[in-house]
C-alpha cells in the first residue's frame, strides 16, 4: 500500500502537476489523520470497557467485604448481648440476702472476656491505595462509601479502646485481684461461707453494672454500622442490578 502511494506521488512530480500533488498530499496527510483519530477512539473504547469491568468487579468485592463485614457485626452483636445477659443474671443474684459464690464466680469471670472487631476493608484500601476509587462516577455511591468506612474505623477504635482500658483494666483487674473477697479452700475450690458487707455488696453490683453499659454501648454502636452496611449493601446491589434488596427489619433485629 505504501509503495502504491510513493509510486503516484513520483508520477505526479514527474508530470509536473504540483496542484494535483498537493491536493494528493493535503488528503494523504488527512487519510493519517482520521486514521489517528480512528485508533484513538477505539483505544478510548478499548479503555472504557476495561474500566467498566474493573468497576464492576471492585463494586462485587466490595459486597462480598460488606457481606463478610455484616457477619462480623452480627457475632459482635451476639457477644454484646450475651455478655448483658450475664451481667443482669449477676445482678439479679446479688438482690439475695447471702449471694452463692459457685453461682456468681462463673459469671463473673465470663464477662472478662471480650470479642475483637475487625474491620474488613481490604477492597476499598486497594482502591484508594492505586487511584482507583475514580472508577467509581456515582458520586452518591462514593460519597457513601467514604462515610461507612469512616464510621467503620471509628467503630473498630471504641470497641478496641473499650476491650483495652475498660474491660481489660478496670473490670478483668476487679475480677482477677478477686475484688469479690471470695474464699479460697485448698483445693482451690471457692468456699461457700460467704460473707458479703453492704460495701462489698456495693462494690460488686457497680462493676458488673459498669460491665453491662460498656456492652450496651458497644451493641448501641454496633447497631447502627448493622444498618449502614446493609443500606451500603443495597447501594451497590442497585447499582450492579443483579440481586434483591436485603430486608433491614430481618437485619437489625436483636
Do not use: H
Request: charged share 25%.
Amino acid at each position: 500500500m505504501i509503495k502504491f502511494f510513493r509510486k503516484i506521488r513520483q508520477n505526479l512530480l514527474s508530470e509536473n502537476k504540483f496542484s494535483k500533488y498537493l491536493i494528493y498530499a493535503i488528503g494523504e496527510i488527512l487519510l493519517v489523520v482520521i486514521g489517528i483519530i480512528i485508533a484513538v477512539q477505539i483505544g478510548n473504547w478499548n479503555q472504557s470497557v476495561q474500566d467498566k469491568e474493573l468497576l464492576r468487579i471492585s463494586l462485587d468485592n466490595l459486597r462480598e467485604d460488606l457481606e463478610l463485614q455484616k457477619e462480623i457485626i452480627d457475632g459482635q452483636l451476639a457477644n454484646e448481648s450475651e455478655m448483658i445477659a450475664k451481667a443482669d443474671s449477676i445482678l439479679m443474684l446479688m438482690q439475695k440476702p447471702i449471694p452463692s459464690p459457685s453461682d456468681i464466680a462463673p459469671l463473673l469471670f465470663e464477662l472478662t472476656t471480650r470479642r475483637t472487631f475487625i474491620a474488613n476493608k481490604a477492597t476499598f484500601n486497594n482502591l484508594e491505595s492505586t487511584g482507583n476509587i475514580v472508577l467509581i462516577k456515582d458520586k452518591e455511591l462514593k460519597n457513601e462509601l467514604i462515610r461507612y468506612y469512616q464510621q467503620l474505623d471509628y467503630l473498630t477504635a471504641v470497641i478496641t479502646n473499650n476491650n483495652l482500658f475498660l474491660i481489660d483494666n478496670i473490670y478483668g483487674v476487679f475480677v482477677s485481684n478477686n475484688g469479690m473477697k471470695f474464699g479460697q479452700n485448698p483445693d482451690g475450690s471457692i468456699r461457700q461461707d460467704y460473707s458479703i458487707t453492704p460495701e462489698l455488696r456495693f462494690t460488686i453490683n457497680s462493676q458488673v453494672s459498669s460491665r453491662k453499659e460498656f456492652s450496651e454501648a458497644i451493641k448501641g454502636f454496633t447497631e447502627l454500622q448493622l444498618e449502614l452496611t446493609v443500606e451500603m449493601i443495597n447501594l451497590i446491589n442497585e447499582k450492579l442490578g443483579d440481586r434483591p434488596e436485603i430486608d433491614t427489619t430481618l437485619s437489625t433485629k436483636r
